[in-house]
């Protein structure tokens, strides 16, 4: 079944650590990647995408993702995390079906 | 530029009452979605329009649910019935057909407790 796995649910970094969150996705071809990321009883805000090409994307508040077909993975990285950062993040992808299939979710948390 | 809006944003109701929500999608955009996300979970998808048409309604979770969009506008999503389960935060989302995969805009989504 096409799925998508985010084996993290919850992470505490330190602010200004830097953080790296997992997502591995199940599907026979590249599928369309997006990362978004929730405030508390709040809706989605797209973080970055990816369709084709490089494979480092770059996003908004300094996030960058990296896929890696031999590994279905498509994780989401930042350099130096801030405290505004805490937050759910989750990857999904299209099949281009029009549907987006989602993971489970990574609640991050941020140490002062 | 404003984003999806939806109304109400919160929604407390009783056991067996039904229930409307509206989806305002970004003016150019012509597909609009709705996805259902519990306590924890990632959005779960439910329904999608493009314009008006109602392109794909499998995954409605059950017969009480309905979903309209009759001027290829503003849609609404029904729930007769409620059920003590279906509360959730119900999430909107709009694209521009354009690419294969086309990038969803998320609402602030409206939140529903069935006491």
């Known amino acids: 079944a096409q799925s998508v796995t985010q084996p993290d649910i919850h992470i505490t970094v330190s602010e200004g650590a830097s953080l790296e969150l997992r997502c591995n996705y199940s599907?026979?071809?590249?599928?369309?990647l997006f990362w978004y990321v929730q405030s508390p009883g709040q809706g989605l805000q797209l973080l970055l995408k990816?369709?084709?090409?490089?494979?480092l994307v770059q996003g908004i508040k300094g996030f960058e993702a990296e896929f890696k077909r031999s590994q279905s993975s498509f994780n989401l990285r930042k350099p130096s995390v801030h405290w505004s950062d805490a937050a759910e993040y989750f990857c999904?992808?299209?099949?281009?079906?029009?549907?987006?299939?989602f993971g489970g979710g990574t609640r991050l948390m941020v140490k002062p | 530029d404003t984003g999806v809006s939806q109304d109400p944003r919160h929604k407390i109701t009783k056991r067996g009452q039904n229930v409307t929500f509206r989806c305002d999608p970004i003016?150019?955009?012509?597909?609009l979605y709705w996805y259902r996300q519990t306590l924890g979970q990632g959005p779960e998808f439910l329904t999608y329009?493009?314009?008006?048409?109602?392109?794909?309604k499998s995954r409605l979770l059950s017969d009480r649910f309905s979903a309209e969009r009759p001027k290829g506008s503003f849609s609404t999503l029904e729930i007769q019935r409620t059920e003590q389960g279906d509360s959730a935060m119900y999430l909107c989302?709009?694209?521009?057909?354009?690419?294969?995969?086309?990038?969803?805009?998320f609402g602030p989504g409206t939140r529903l407790t069935v006491l």
């Open positions: 329009f493009q314009n008006e048409a109602q392109l794909e």
């Open positions: 003016s150019e955009h012509n597909r």
């Open positions: 990816y369709f084709s090409g490089d494979t």
């Open positions: 999904s992808y299209n099949n281009a079906g029009n549907m987006l299939t």
């Open positions: 599907y026979g071809a590249t599928p369309y």
């Open positions: 989302a709009s694209s521009l057909e354009g690419r294969a995969a086309d990038t969803q805009y």
